[in-house]
């Protein structure tokens, strides 16, 4: 079982061919620049703290409510 309907088998022929049409430095170059992207954004967005870190703040109230809160 593959990811959308693609087997493990073909899913390997595919990456197989995309290594050997780009070659693996341009493939890492790519991740890399992919890597600035999305550090950039984040950063452009205000969010720039690693995705690891908690959240830190006050706690949820997860306590019921009613209607008539």
Known sequence: ?????????????????????FGTRRLKGLGADLGDTIRGFRKSMGDDKPITEKPEGQ???VRARTLED
Do not use: A, R
């Open 1 to 21: 079982m593959g990811i959308g309907g693609f087997s493990t088998g073909k899913l390997l022929i595919i990456l197989l061919i995309v290594i050997m049409l």
């Open 59 to 61: 706690p949820i109230d």
